[in-house]
């Protein structure tokens, strides 16, 4: 591959190069070794004798015959042979001799339990283990030759609670250890399986690639017609992966769109001013999935509902690939999993200094950040472990429990772990960590060039991207004629600083709320408190045969609740707390439909209520327009979306209830 092809090179120097180690001829797979380490207790030392399983570029990994307690050594080559590493060339003699000691020991311990029941009068002779029993005789002939009865019953009652159990204990330590021995033959034979396995590896990875190149893993829908566009056009491809509802904020009241929802929204993306801001280019490339987030559904103790939601669950993780050719727009289905980002920053292209963690906790390309990134989050700790220092000397007399969670659990994260700069090292040949480090950046490069290879395929046997000069994307003029890298996730810069906070915005509107004011979010608040009511009473039937909660939203029979929108009745200024009132039906098959007042109180704290009436209309777009509050929609886009509705006068107010608004079809 051609060196100067953004898609195929990156993250593959990233590493503080050195001069490469070659590993000792002299050391191979299969081969035993003597490893001397320090004792548990650390005043003495002991021996273990190792295979070499695993050859790496500047390591050997020794592995012991595993007896439920498998030690694994990493030793870089220059130390062996040393003092503490030896060469053991008669391994299989001590093998043999190791299994022959623990059946001694074995068929000692089963001696002494065959004794033990003899003794006790349960059997004799070497069977003794395997008779049945004969009743009580063997007991009673016991008892006539002891000359203590309660000597005889105490020793019985020892055998039962402390002898045998100790002897028996011992027997599975001695035959988990001999099993262990016995299979220790068959690691050299499972060291030289690990090539063959990675030979075959990369067979099927080739295998897949080409299947991805001849279009057998895709399905292509065209959603949109039209002019095509210019041949000196490039395709922009994308790197951030978007979420279709949170781009067009579909099914906001429902909890987001799901799979079911993509033939509308393909509609919505066909229309040209969502289609450019999307796919702002002539030719442009973006990944797409359903949604973000897993969808709240109710089971409702249903096997054949429970089953529908994981399928509908798993079907949202979808990714699909939306390519537009001037007017035309098409849907690409691929089964190729993508991740967040369709290809790296810039820094992991080109290469540079890397880090590595050396702690266990960690592993694959988890372990690696950029110098870049671990000297801004060595400030960030060194900044908080002098406040923290500085909190603990003005409060000397807190206990660990009373300090603020900054204080106990704060400093910089990095993934799902607290950020320790002692645990970072540079990224070298020589680094222990460096062969694990590499095969997963190895498969992070092969993602990302099979993303080349989609694309590549798109340009030679589909009419997707037509017309179009010839593509060839393994070489780098090719790649840069044909191909533009679009960093909207790296290169992203903000209005602001921070994300604009929500929950601060509606706190704002709701200081306002009084009698008369209009809110949106007491009917989830309402669909909450119902389904809470009616779970307590159905985990309070005994003829259910489980307490799993059913329901996360419930609507009583006879009650269709308030409406999204809703106008406070009652208002007490000192609590802060609203009520409003609708009615319902009558319930019971006899009885007259008449209608019954209903009232709900709620505090302006609840985090689903919102102060309608203080909204502007367009004050969603600053939560809608930044990405790092777009993926958070579901919080808000009920709330202000509602709002925005009911000031455009989407919303219908109900004829049967005065002061409630809905949508048209509950209206």
């Known amino acids: 591959m051609d060196k100067g092809n953004p898609l195929r090179t990156q993250v593959t120097a990233s590493v503080n190069t050195t001069d490469e180690m070659p590993s000792p001829d002299e050391v191979t797979l299969g081969q035993w070794y003597w ?62 001799a190791k299994i022959a000691d623990l059946q001694r020991e074995s068929a000692r311990l089963i001696g002494e339990v065959t004794a033990l029941m003899a003794r006790l009068g349960m059997g004799a002779g070497p069977n003794a283990l395997t008779q049945r029993s004969e009743g009580s005789g063997t007991a009673l002939m016991a008892m006539a030759g002891a000359v203590d009865i309660n000597g005889y019953k105490n020793a019985l009652i020892a055998a039962q609670k402390k002898d045998f159990p100790d002897l028996f204990k011992e027997i599975e330590r001695v035959n988990s250890r001999l099993a262990a021995w016995m299979m220790a033959p068959t690691l050299a034979l499972t060291a030289q399986v690990g090539p063959l396995k990675e030979r075959v590896q990369s ?80 030719r442009t490339l973006v990944t797409m999935r359903v949604r973000r987030f897993k969808k ?6 249903s096997l054949i509902r429970l089953l529908d939601n994981a399928a509908l669950a798993e079907a949202d993780k979808w990714t699909f690939l939306y390519v537009r050719n001037g007017e035309q727009l098409w849907c690409l289905a691929c089964q190729l999993e993508f991740g967040a980002m369709l ?22 390309a988890a372990k690696l950040m950029s110098v870049a990134l671990f000297e801004r989050l060595s400030a960030q700790f060194a900044d908080w472990e002098e406040r923290a220092a500085a909190w603990k000397r003005d409060n000397p ?9 900054w204080v106990s659990h704060g400093g910089p994260q990095h993934h799902r772990y607290d950020f ?35 694309i590549q395929g798109l340009f ?46 509606r706190r704002r509107c709701n200081a306002s709320l009084g009698v008369g ?13 119902e389904a809470e009511k009616e779970n307590r009473r159905l985990m309070q039937d005994h003829r259910r045969h489980t307490s799993d909660p059913r329901y996360t939203h419930y609507e009583p029979y006879g009650d269709e609740g308030p409406g999204w929108v809703s106008t406070v009745a009652k208002w007490a200024p000192r609590s802060r707390t609203g009520t409003i009132r609708w009615t319902r039906a009558t319930r019971g098959w006899r009885a007259e439909r008449n209608a019954i007042p209903v009232s709900l109180t709620w505090a302006d704290d609840d985090a689903w209520v919102f102060n309608v009436s203080a909204y502007k209309p367009g004050d969603y777009k600053q939560f809608f327009a930044d990405p790092r509050t777009r993926e958070q929609y579901l919080k808000w886009a009920p709330l202000l979306m509602a709002a925005e509705d009911w000031h455009a006068g989407r919303l219908v107010e109900r004829r049967d209830m005065p002061g409630m608004w809905d949508f048209a079809e509950r209206s």
């Open 420 to 454: 320790r700069p002692t645990e970072w090292e540079p990224l070298t040949p020589e680094s222990l960590d460096y062969d694990e480090v590499m095969a997963a950046i190895g498969k992070e490069v092969a993602a990302y060039n099979r993303v080349c290879l989609i």
């Open 296 to 301: 709240e559904r109710d089971n409702q103790n």
């Open 517 to 529: 004011s209009v809110v949106a979010g007491v009917r989830e608040v309402w669909l909450r408190r």
């Open 460 to 505: 030679d046997r589909s009419p997707i991207l037509h017309p179009h000069p010839p593509a060839r994307l393994w070489t780098a003029e090719g790649f840069g004629a044909a191909l533009e890298l679009v960093y909207d996730q790296t290169r992203a810069l903000y209005a602001a600083a921070e994300p604009p906070d929500f929950e601060s915005y």
């Open 343 to 364: 290809f790296p920053d810039e820094t992991r292209q080109t290469g540079g200094p890397l880090m590595v963690c050396k702690s266990g906790f960690l592993s694959g």
């Open 35 to 96: 490893v001397t380490t320090k004792n548990r207790t650390g005043d003495g030392t002991e021996d273990h004798l190792a295979c070499v399983t695993h050859l790496a570029s500047n390591h050997a990994v020794m592995t012991t015959p595993s007896d439920g307690s498998t030690r694994v050594f990493r030793i870089r080559y220059e130390q062996i042979p040393s003092a503490n590493i030896r060469l053991e060339p008669n391994a299989d003699a001590i093998i043999a």
């Open 203 to 282: 067979i099927e990875d080739r295998i897949f690639s080409v299947e991805l190149y001849a279009g057998l893993t895709e399905s292509v829908l065209q959603i949109a017609d039209g002019a095509p566009a210019g041949m000196t056009d490039k395709l922009h491809v994308m790197q951030r992966r978007l979420y279709m509802d949170e781009e067009c904020l579909a099914a906001y009241s429902e909890g987001g769109m799901d799979v079911r929802d993509i033939k509308q929204f393909n509609a919505w993306l066909a229309r040209p001013e969502n289609r450019d801001r999307l796919l702002p280019w002539p």
């Open 397 to 405: 007399d807190a206990d660990w429990f009373t300090q603020p969670t």
